[in-house]
């Protein structure tokens, strides 16, 4: 029948049935009564929009398709994946996993934050579930639309507040959400079937999404406070509700939000904040390679941490946690005393007063008489080159955003001081990086020990030896710890129970039979490394009395191994009564 504007159709598909159809399928056309009707309304970002917006989008995408440079022909891979995933789950992960090396970066840090940054031009089709807190009071109803009869094991959500180092993205946070959902399947077996990925949408206070007619998210200024709270207890409340056993991961929230959403519900719930504590592990497995290879101790480090954000702030409690634990004799007034952070003030010192101190950075805020002798900048803080000077650092972490901040005078300031400096740029993506592993080496005479948040090349040392560059990217353990959990039905994630898929990890470490190896093993034996560390993790809880399970240690790696997803398609016998 030819479709005039105004053809009415009387439609008997609903929810993911309609969204499936190319024929009757309107994507985010579909207006806000049609949404209602047809089961639509957490399936779908906010925005309504026309057809010729469709037009415009789709347009952008047809001439980026024909695209010459890298960045774009990456895009256009991950693009490629992403419908692949849509059609057929088994040949996507069967396709990553035998290129993990070469598709990890496509799908996931760097090319995923260009993706996330050009969500509402890139859009095509939904996935995962959009809660909005303009919605709030269907939440439950939206919520339940996606999950009934679904058995869920892990919940990844984000309201976009940091994604990556790029900043505040909105409604771009499914694509973080999905991306780390999807690690989890690939590199630690989650059934995909039984995962979950959410924005939760907020609002947003990216000046250029809000003015962006093809903005997909609720283009209104991000809402914080109680109100803001009361949605993301609702929606935690609601995951324990009706999947009290699964794992609920938090994903790039803005810094303040992040710690005090985990400091409420980590001693309740299984809950896990990956900036937070994924970094931190494996920052901390890093670390424990890097003094591996220079004979040293955790405790006998003098670390500087450049970006006392999320993941500074992580990184610092994991690794004074390990101190302590790992060395019994040192207390936490020592372990503390080993931490000088750098913010955007400079050194964090006590005359930086409580506006400017964050919250969770009280025991590392350095005495001013201490620093009385060092040259201050004409804000009257202390720069990262003065606190190298006067610490003499063994340890050197970048999670700042500021791409380049450890120049050729910081790091050559660092190596005049000692012999096998550790130095760890992590920012992310690339293009933020602290320093190139390239000048670190260079810098110093090849004794860096190196590694960076997102994959780089190697480099030459100068006796033209090739010197790996481990990839210290929380994706590299947070599946694992996820995965031990889940399968010990963990009743909260305890960071003992961190502690031990670190040491795991580190226990795999190139550097520790190679000393001229890479700090880390490599994203391509992740899936091994993981499934070591959801043992050691899932051993940890049963021994810590937090597993909800009747086997013991010992049956650890059978449970764990028995438990992993893995792309294989099996043979599909046709039955009525079936159950998928
Ligand atoms: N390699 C990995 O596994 C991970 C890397 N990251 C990366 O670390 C970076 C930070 O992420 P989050 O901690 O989540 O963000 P965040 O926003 O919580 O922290 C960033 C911190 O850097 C500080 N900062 C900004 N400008 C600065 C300057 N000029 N000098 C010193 N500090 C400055 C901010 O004030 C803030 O405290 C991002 O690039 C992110 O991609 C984050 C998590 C994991
Ligand atoms: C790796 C990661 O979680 C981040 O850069 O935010
Ligand atoms: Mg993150």
Not at 206 to 231: Q, S, T
């Amino acid at each position: 029948m030819p479709t005039k504007p105004d053809a009415e159709f009387r439609i008997a598909l609903r929810e993911s049935g309609i969204l499936t159809s190319p024929r009757f399928n309107k994507g985010s056309a579909f207006t806000r009564e049609e949404r209602a009707a047809f089961g639509l309304t957490g399936r779908l970002p906010q925005r309504v929009n026309t057809l010729e917006e469709q037009c415009e989008r789709a347009y952008e995408q047809y001439q980026d398709a024909g695209a010459k440079d890298l960045a774009r022909s990456r895009l256009m891979q991950n693009k490629f994946l992403d419908s692949l995933k849509q059609q057929n789950w088994v040949l996507y992960y069967g396709l990553i996993k035998e290129h993990l090396g070469e598709m990890i970066p496509v799908i996931y840090t760097p090319t995923e934050a260009d993706a996330i940054a050009q969500y509402s031009h890139l859009f095509r089709k939904s996935d995962g579930l959009f809660l909005c807190i303009d919605r709030a009071d269907s939440m439950e109803k939206e919520y339940l639309a996606q999950t009934s009869g679904r058995e869920i094991s892990l919940v990844v959500c984000s309201d976009g507040g940091a994604i990556l180092g790029i900043g505040d993205q909105g409604a771009g946070a499914i694509r973080i959400s999905e991306a780390k959902a999807a690690l989890y399947t690939l590199i630690a077996g989650f059934d995909p079937s039984r995962t979950l990925f959410v924005d939760l949408d907020v609002g947003t206070d990216n000046e250029k999404l809000l003015k962006d007619p093809l903005y997909m998210g609720w283009a209104e200024k991000r809402v914080e406070g109680e109100r803001y709270d009361e949605f993301v207890d609702k929606f935690v409340q609601l995951v324990r509700k009706h999947h009290p056993h699964c794992l609920l991961h938090f994903e790039d929230f803005g810094v303040a939000n992040a710690h005090r959403i985990l400091d409420r519900y980590r001693e309740h719930h299984a809950v896990f904040n990956d900036d937070i504590q994924g970094t931190g592990a494996v920052t901390l497995a890093c670390i424990m390679a890097a003094v591996g290879v220079t004979k040293t101790k955790l405790s006998e480090q003098r670390y500087v941490i450049f970006g006392a954000g999320s993941a500074g702030l992580g990184i610092v409690a994991q690794l004074r946690d390990a101190i302590t634990t790992i060395d019994s004799d040192v207390s936490k007034e020592d372990a503390n005393s080993k931490f000088y952070l750098v913010d955007r003030y400079g050194l964090l010192k006590e005359s930086l007063g409580s506006d400017k101190l964050r919250e969770g950075t009280e025991d590392f805020v350095q005495a001013d008489k201490e620093w009385e002798d060092v040259s201050t900048n004409e804000d009257g803080g202390i720069d990262l080159l003065e606190v190298v000077k006067k610490v003499k650092p063994t340890v050197l972490v970048g999670c700042s955003t500021q791409a380049g901040a450890f120049t050729e005078e910081v790091v050559k300031a660092m190596y005049a001081e000692c012999e096998r400096p550790i130095i760890l740029p992590l920012s992310n993506p690339s293009k933020l990086v602290e320093v190139s592993p390239e000048d670190a080496n260079k810098w110093t005479e090849g004794n860096a020990l190196i590694a960076t948040g997102s994959p780089f090349p190697p480099v030459k040392k100068p006796n033209g030896e090739e010197y790996i560059v481990a990839e210290c990217n929380n994706a590299l353990i947070y599946p694992g710890l996820g995965f031990g959990a889940m399968v010990a039905m963990s009743r909260t994630v305890t960071d003992t129970m961190i502690i031990a898929g670190a040491r795991k990890l580190a226990s795999l470490a190139p550097a520790l039979e190679d000393p001229h190896g890479a700090l880390l093993p490599p994203f391509e034996n992740a899936f091994k490394i993981n499934t070591e560390v959801a043992i050691a993790v899932a051993q940890q809880a049963i021994e810590e009395g937090k597993a909800r399970v009747d086997w013991s240690k010992e049956d650890a790696e059978d449970k764990v191994e028995s438990c992993q997803w893995q792309p294989f398609y099996g043979t599909y016998v046709y039955d009525e009564a079936g159950d998928t």
